[in-house]
C-alpha cells in the first residue's frame, strides 16, 4: 500500500487539485484508492461534488469504525473527508503525551493494506495533523506553483521533511510545478531553472495554467469529467501515470 502525501506548508499551490487528480487519475486505470483530507477547508469532498457527513475527524475521535467513516467518491476511489471538525482533532493530538507524531497512523493501521494506494491532502497551515500526515505518508509530491515565494518557502518545508526523515523514512518523489502558464514564459522559464538547479531530476512534468481547473472544481467534477481534451487533464493524466 503506497501513501502518497501532496504537501507544502505555501497555499493556493495546487494541493488539493492534485491529489484529487492523482486519486481519481489512479482510481480511473483500474487501482483501488483512498483519498484523505487532512485539511479543516475540506475542499477535497466539494472537489469531487460531495457533502459527506463524517470523515477522518470521526475515525480520528474513535466514533464508530473506520469504514463508517469512509464515503465511495467514485468506482475504486474512497474518501475520507475533512472539515471543520478537524480543529478538534488538532486539539487532541496536542494533548497526547506519547508519540502524538503518530496518531493518524495509528487510527489509519486498521486500513493497512485495503488500499493500493492511499493519497493525502494537507493543510497548508502548520498543524499537529500537518506533522502527522508526514510521519504516516512514505512518499511526498510538494505542488509549487511559479512565483518566486512558492520557489522559496520550498526550502523551509524542504527542512521540516530533513527532520521528519531522521525519525521516519518518507521519500520526497517529486517538485510538482503547478501554475505554468507560457503567456509569462520568461518568469515561469526563470522559476523552473532555479527549481531545476536546486532539486534536480525532482522536478516533474508540470500541470499547466488552466482555468478549466476551477470551473470543474465548482461543479463538483474532476477534469476528465468535465472537459476530457483540456490540457490539464492531459498532465494529471500522465502525472497519475507516472505515479502508478
Ligand atoms: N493548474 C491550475 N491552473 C489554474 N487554476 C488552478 C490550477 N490548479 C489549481 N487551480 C485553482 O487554484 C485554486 C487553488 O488551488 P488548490 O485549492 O488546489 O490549492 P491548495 O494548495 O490546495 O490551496 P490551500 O493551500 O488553500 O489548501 C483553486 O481555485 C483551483 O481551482
Ligand atoms: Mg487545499
Do not use: F
Given at each position: 500500500m503506497r501513501k502518497i502525501a501532496v504537501a507544502n506548508?505555501?497555499?493556493?499551490?495546487?494541493k488539493t487539485t492534485s491529489a484529487v487528480h492523482l486519486a481519481a487519475g489512479l482510481a480511473l486505470a483500474g487501482r483501488k484508492v483512498l483519498l484523505i483530507d487532512t485539511d479543516a477547508q475540506g475542499h477535497t469532498a466539494r472537489l469531487l461534488g460531495l457533502k459527506p457527513e463524517k470523515g477522518l475527524a470521526d475515525l480520528m475521535e474513535g466514533r464508530g469504525a473506520p469504514s463508517g467513516a469512509i464515503v465511495q467518491a467514485r468506482p475504486g476511489l474512497d474518501l475520507l473527508a475533512g472539515g471543520k471538525a478537524l480543529a478538534g482533532v488538532n486539539r487532541l493530538i496536542a494533548r497526547e503525551?506519547?508519540?502524538?507524531?503518530e496518531q493518524l497512523s495509528k487510527a489509519l493501521a486498521?486500513?493497512?493494506?485495503?488500499?493500493?494506494y492511499v493519497v493525502v491532502d494537507t493543510s497548508p497551515s502548520f498543524s499537529e495533523l500537518g506533522t502527522n500526515v508526514l510521519f504516516y505518508a512514505t512518499e511526498a509530491i510538494v505542488p509549487v506553483s511559479m512565483e518566486v515565494l512558492a520557489a522559496e518557502g520550498l526550502v523551509s518545508f524542504s527542512e521540516e521533511i530533513r527532520h521528519v526523515q531522521e525519525y521516519h523514512a518518507l521519500a520526497v518523489r517529486w517538485i510538482l510545478p503547478t501554475f505554468v502558464d507560457m503567456r509569462t514564459r520568461a518568469k515561469t522559464e526563470q522559476i523552473l531553472d532555479g527549481l531545476r538547479g536546486k532539486y534536480g531530476e525532482l522536478v516533474t512534468f508540470p500541470v499547466h495554467y488552466s482555468s478549466a481547473l476551477s470551473e470543474a472544481s465548482a461543479w463538483g467534477k474532476t477534469i476528465w469529467e468535465y472537459k476530457a481534451r483540456d490540457r490539464a487533464a492531459e498532465d494529471y493524466a500522465k502525472i497519475a501515470g507516472a505515479v502508478a
Open positions: 506548508r505555501k497555499g493556493g499551490v495546487g503525551s506519547i508519540r502524538p507524531e486498521e486500513l493497512e493494506g485495503k488500499y493500493e
